[in-house]
């Protein structure tokens, strides 16, 4: 599942992924946090908060 980043997000943690407005990130898993997504981008995996993105419709 694919999802656009709405805002520039800094990690501040290690476990975090960092990403700028506009990038298309992979979501790898929606369920262990309610307020964080698993996510991939260039090749790197880490949280996202999910209110800073928006998930893609399937086609």
Not at 10 to 27: C, M, N, S, V
Request: net charge negative; glycine share 6%.
């Amino acid at each position: 599942m694919e999802s656009v980043a709405l805002y520039s997000f800094q990690a501040t943690e290690k476990d975090e992924l960092p990403f700028r407005k506009g990038d298309t990130l992979k979501i790898l898993n929606m369920e262990d946090d309610q307020n964080w997504y698993k996510a991939e981008l260039f090749g790197c995996e880490g949280f996202v908060p999910k209110k800073y993105i928006k998930v893609k419709p399937h086609p």
